[in-house]
């Protein structure tokens, strides 16, 4: 009896998050037959795409054993500066890996807090995501930034593309793939060669499984943690670009909250939140289960408020799940 209920605990935690996305997906399609629509599924890809980019980074984070709250800041302020680059008149292409660049060392500078500074992952998190939304406002004086597109002095195809474009599928010419969720797909499948076949990614796990173990055979914990920060950043801010590109205006209030859907997500896809375990791809089906849910319940006609709810408790039962197995 015991090894069945073994088999079955690791048959969920390695497949349940799968599994719950199948049923939701089912259910919400008997339930409202415009959500199977396939521009309404191609929308959600869409509208995963941003969540999916920063629980990516997160998911390297949290299994070092820590956690990321400044990624809405981090989000914001990123596309902050590229949108002031573009007023400025500078290319699109240098605006966007400027804006690359800034997100990184916004990143790296939470990771030097945590490794240099000895501060926990929380408090120095909390401390860069207060930091950075206010640096967010004193750049835009609390306004937003507006046609974006039309003021690119170069560049403004790439510009309008990173959020807003489609590729046209030669086996369905009537279907057209966001950018974004290629984008998506592609940045999925980058951080699953890296965490299943790189000696990087194997110290990503040593780290978060024991520190000090992983610091005897020879990993430098203190690199590893802060490189991973550095991702988070990173992808923050190629999130951040894709928001701004595809509404076209850049504010200060971006991202707020995209800490909660990240993290939810990371937990849905069953990485262990004290580090060490959890894999790439049910990150992923996480994601999925965030957008399909936000998806869902807005066709349904829910409230934002009780969206927030909803998916405070799905974190609740994750984080839960994952003490009990």
């Known amino acids: 009896m015991n090894t069945k209920n073994n088999r079955l605990s690791t048959f969920l935690g390695e497949y349940g998050a799968f599994i719950a996305l199948l049923l939701l997906v089912l259910v919400l399609s008997v339930i409202s037959p415009e959500f199977r629509q396939p521009g309404n599924l191609l929308n959600l890809l869409r509208q995963?795409?941003?969540n999916g980019l920063i629980a990516f980074g997160m998911t390297c984070v949290i299994l070092s054993d820590g956690i990321d709250l400044s990624v809405g800041s981090t989000f914001a302020l990123s596309a902050i500066v590229c949108a002031e680059m573009i007023m400025m008149g500078m290319p699109a292409l240098i605006a966007i890996l400027g804006a690359l660049l800034v997100g990184t060392l916004l990143g790296l500078i939470s990771g030097l807090l945590v490794t240099k500074g000895r501060l926990q992952p929380f408090i120095a998190t909390l401390i860069t995501m207060t930091a950075y939304r206010g640096l967010a406002m004193i750049l835009t004086d609390g306004k937003p930034i507006s046609r974006l597109a039309e003021n690119a002095a170069s560049g403004s195809f790439l510009f309008k593309a990173l959020?807003?474009?489609?590729?046209?599928?030669?086996?369905?010419?009537?279907?057209?793939?966001?950018?974004?969720?290629?984008?998506?797909?592609?940045?999925?499948?980058?951080?699953?060669?890296?965490?299943?076949?790189?000696?990087?990614?194997?110290?990503?796990?040593?780290t978060g499984s024991n520190a000090k173990c992983a610091t005897l055979v020879g990993v430098n914990v203190s690199r590893i943690k802060i490189?991973?920060?550095?991702?988070?950043?990173?992808?923050?801010?190629?999130?951040?670009?894709?928001?701004?590109?595809?509404?076209?205006?850049?504010?200060?209030?971006?991202?707020?909250?995209?800490?909660?859907?990240?993290?939810?997500?990371?937990?849905?896809?069953?990485?262990?939140?004290?580090?060490?375990?959890?894999?790439?791809?049910?990150?992923?089906?996480?994601?999925?289960?965030?957008?399909?849910?936000?998806?869902g319940l807005n066709i349904l006609g829910v409230t934002s408020y009780y969206q927030d709810v909803i998916k405070a408790l799905v974190i609740l039962v994750a984080v839960l799940s994952d003490r009990k197995r």
Do not use: C, H, W
């Open 48 to 50: 995963a795409s941003f």
């Open 163 to 206: 959020g807003k474009g489609n590729v046209v599928s030669d086996l369905i010419p009537s279907v057209k793939i966001p950018i974004p969720a290629i984008i998506l797909l592609g940045s999925f499948a980058v951080f699953y060669f890296i965490l299943n076949y790189t000696t990087y990614g194997r110290r990503i796990y040593a």
């Open 227 to 295: 490189s991973v920060y550095a991702i988070s950043g990173f992808m923050s801010a190629l999130a951040g670009l894709m928001m701004i590109s595809r509404v076209n205006s850049a504010q200060p209030n971006l991202g707020s909250g995209y800490e909660l859907d990240a993290i939810a997500a990371v937990a849905l896809g069953g990485t262990s939140m004290s580090g060490g375990r959890g894999k790439i791809a049910g990150t992923v089906a996480g994601v999925l289960i965030i957008a399909v849910l936000n998806n």
